[in-house]
């Protein structure tokens, strides 16, 4: 069983930087792909932005493009996103999942709910106006 740890949220104002770290408890983390997702009250869950297991490969959700930047440290079993120009459509409960990619490419990531196995419990990001 793999146990995701978000921190990092908090209350920005717009145009702020944030970032947000996710901690697995799983040794083999660097078998993993992971993502983060966001949701907002009345909104259904979105993917944000995911990173393959060796974190050559990213994706980034057009809305993020250009502010957001995953990455991981797999030392340190420990996935980012830094966020910068924070708007107010960015504030939402903000989750990171992994998936075991051992059986495929070094360069998949999954960008759907449906492709992740284990979910942290979520941090709030707040970004006023």
């Known amino acids: 069983q793999v146990q995701l740890v978000e921190s990092g949220g908090g209350l920005v104002q717009t145009g702020s930087s944030l970032r947000l770290s996710c901690a697995a408890s799983v040794r083999t983390f660097s078998l993993y792909t992971v993502g983060w997702f966001r949701q907002a009250p009345g909104k259904e869950r979105e993917v944000v932005t995911a990173?393959?297991?060796?974190?050559?490969?990213?994706y980034y959700a057009d809305s993020v493009k250009g502010r957001f930047t995953i990455s991981r440290d797999n030392a340190k079993n420990t996935v980012y996103l830094q966020m910068n120009s924070l708007k107010p459509e960015d504030a939402a409960d903000y989750y990171c999942?992994?998936?075991?990619?051992?059986?495929?490419?070094?360069?998949?990531?999954?960008?759907?709910?449906?492709?992740?196995?284990?979910w942290g419990q979520g941090t709030q990001v707040t970004v006023s106006s």
């Open positions: 999942a992994a998936s075991n990619a051992l059986l495929r490419s070094g360069n998949y990531y999954g960008t759907q709910v449906r492709d992740y196995d284990y």
């Open positions: 990173i393959s297991r060796n974190g050559g490969s990213t």
